[in-house]
């Protein structure tokens, strides 16, 4: 970004990439290692400073957050502005998301960590200038120092998750991008109780659609909350909990839908959970499309957010001021 002035200092031992060494997402440096899969509570070398994220974006035209170069990600996008800020390569920042969004899932307050070899001196410029380079689509709406332990991921305590939906017969054009529409009307009593047979520690291998990783992950999760709330047109269903498989909010507010067309008894969730097996879902419900879901929110304990001592203070952005207007507005 053109006249934004990055500060930092470097301390013992740190080290910045050279400018002659390659910072595009193909290069490498040799002697580092790859940044794939980080290791949770892996001790963070001293020479290293770890950085934290909150992160807003318009999942509508990207693949997910989960890092690719065609079709772009958010991931990948934010990683080429840090690049071109730090001149470090993709392997050195590491940049670790909490939530793998799908294609087309939006968020209000995805977290993420990256790393850099030197101290900065106030966390305001960079802010200031990795928004300058992202599109209008993707904001960094915070950016914090953050301990050493601290994981992106493997911190989180509850993750919350809102999806939107529009239920009238005429669309609304401004809530097309992030509501779902059914002009079918739903009945919410019937919802909320389903809702309620998710609460709880369940495995949820019904719900769940095969993951692309090659990671085996845990079925078992636990929902802590899961609201139905009428707004005039609109019901929000939000829900909350440990952590969520691949599509599992999608495919339980399908469910939902089918529920609240009153076309199934609500009591048919614990029949499904007790399956164990996709393929029962799949006999009433096909996954909910991604624009209604929103990402909301990642929590994590206060001790883990608790920035280290002397680092710069977190940046929320930064507001220009005009004292004097010397041109009139027409």
Known sequence: MAGAAIAFSRLPHATMAPPHVNTSISGSVPGLAECRHPVPRLALSPSLHKWRMVIAYDGTNFAGWQYQESPATVQCVIEKALMRITKLDRKELCLVGA????TG??????????????M?????????AVNGLLPADIRVREISPACPEFHARFSTRSKIYH??????????????RYAYHSSYKLNPLPM???????????DFTSFANASHNDRTPNPVKEIFRFDVIGMGPVLQLEVEGSGFLFRQVRNMVALLIQIGK???PSDVVPKILAARDRRELAMYALSAPPHGLCLVSVNYSEESLQPPAGYPAASFGRAHTVSKCKLPFY
Request: proline share 5%; charged share 20%; with cysteine.
């Open 163 to 176: 999806y939107k939906i529009y239920n009238d017969p005429v669309m609304d054009p401004f809530q097309c």
């Open 262 to 264: 009153e076309a199934l």
């Open 99 to 102: 939530s793998r969004t799908d």
């Open 105 to 118: 899932v939006h968020a209000w307050g995805q977290m993420a960590h990256f790393v850099t070899p030197f």
């Open 120 to 128: 900065y001196d106030s966390l305001a410029n960079i802010h200031v």
């Open 192 to 202: 909320r109780e389903a809702a309620r047979h998710f609460v709880g520690r369940h």
